[in-house]
């Protein structure tokens, strides 16, 4: 039955069978169970195409093809993908690839600051302030998305491990790059938000839905904790390698 609301973003179907499925197109067979999917440019497909990993699919869309890789790390399988930006083109993905295997995904991206912290810092969400509009397709309204606990001990063990000093943090996912308006970003940091981003909050949803468990580590990029004075900073560009290395590692610690 569906709920239904004035509102058409909050109302939810989670009876029916969707019309279209997410491996409609899928060609690859059955992915490994565990997956990196990243938001790091460039330096996913160098390290792909320099560990010899396989590109076993290639999702067509009409603005990029997104390469699938299956690579062999630490002794193990596992799915590597560099993501497109935003909640709807990233979910999209994220679906097709969790339907057609991964089921311990670990996400790694930049974000921005909305008080205080150094570029190139590392963060956990434990948490996500859904305000974008992707993940009220895959679960019904709420005001935030716990993420799962188990990644978010794995992603904090792996950092201990490493001597690597981090923080958790609530993240808030917005659709609008360009509406992080003054008085918007104000009001998430009173509500405990510390840092901003485009996905968390419906990757996190669509992988619940989906079954699958569902981490992400972030680092910081530019910063907002001025309003009145924007600061791109170098956009986190120092941490894309070592970002991706920590991944693999987490990936490798997801039993």
Request: proline share 3%; charged share 25%.
């Amino acid at each position: 039955m569906i709920i239904k609301n004035e509102i058409p973003l909050l109302e939810y179907d989670d009876t029916s069978s969707e019309v279209i499925s997410a491996d409609h197109e899928w060609t690859a067979g059955q992915l490994p169970e565990k997956c990196l999917f990243a938001f790091l440019g460039d330096v996913v497909h160098d390290y792909a195409n320099q560990h010899g990993a396989e590109v076993v699919e290639t999702i067509v869309t009409v603005s990029r093809d997104i390469k699938v890789y299956v690579l062999d790390s630490y002794g193990e399988k596992i799915c590597l993908v560099q993501s497109p930006t935003g909640s709807a083109s990233s979910t999209q993905v994220m679906d097709i690839l969790v339907t057609c295997g991964c089921k311990k995904v670990i996400a790694v991206g930049s974000c921005g600051v909305l008080k205080e912290i150094q570029e190139n810092a590392f963060l956990v969400p434990t948490k996500a302030l859904r305000a974008e509009g992707t993940s009220y397709h895959y679960l019904p309204a709420s005001r935030y998305i716990e993420l799962d606990e188990e990644p978010i001990s794995i992603i904090e063990e792996t950092f201990r491990q490493g001597g690597l000093p981090f923080e958790t943090c609530t993240t808030w996912t917005t659709d609008g790059f360009f509406r992080e308006t003054k008085d918007m970003v104000e009001y998430r940091l009173q509500e405990g938000c510390s840092v901003v981003e485009m996905e968390c909050s419906a990757l996190a949803a669509c992988c619940r839905k989906r079954g699958a468990q569902f981490g992400q580590f972030l680092f910081t990029a530019d910063s907002l904790a001025n309003v009145h004075e924007y600061d791109e900073r170098d956009f986190g560009k120092d941490s894309h390698e070592k970002a991706l290395l920590l991944g693999l590692e987490i990936v490798k610690n997801f039993t």
